[in-house]
């Protein structure tokens, strides 16, 4: 428990440094884009958080939009309670490094984005 507390914070210190440089953004409305772009090297994700979102079976578009068509081909979009399951299965497709922690992670909006690359302004 000590070493899991002592491993979770050096994430988030790390988290906080690469957010300061701007290679990482924080809560689902800015991950979300990075995801898509498949911009993310690490996704850490508060243990069991939840969102309402949806998603396309045809080319994994997940958003948190009420769209009923897929801005890619305008294929149906499907609700879901989980949006996070849907962003996890798409994380682990890119070879996302996903962390799970027990701190919470309120301040942050429940999840963060650590890039691949840093975001210009």
């Known amino acids: 428990l000590k070493a899991r507390r002592k491993y979770e914070t ?3 210190e790390t988290f906080n440094n690469k957010k300061t440089a701007n290679q990482a953004v924080a809560g689902i409305d800015a991950v979300l884009p990075m995801l898509r772009d ?7 994700l508060q243990e069991n958080y939840r969102r309402k979102g949806v998603f396309c079976r045809h080319c ?9 068509e897929c801005p890619k081909h305008g294929g149906p979009l499907e609700r879901t309670h989980n949006i996070i399951e849907h962003m996890l299965h798409n994380a682990l497709l ?3 490094d996903v962390q799970y922690l027990q701190q919470s992670l309120e301040q942050y909006g429940y999840l963060g ?3 691949r690359f840093p975001l210009t302004s």
Do not use: K, P, R
């Not at 498949?38 to 850490?44: E, G, M, P, Q, S």
């Not at 994994?60 to 009923?68: E, F, G, K, N, P």
């Open 10 to 12: 050096g994430l988030l």
């Open 113 to 115: 984005a650590i890039l």
């Open 38 to 44: 498949n911009w993310v090297d690490t996704l850490l």
């Open 94 to 96: 890119q070879g996302v």
């Open 60 to 68: 994994q578009y997940i958003d948190l939009s009420t769209h009923a």
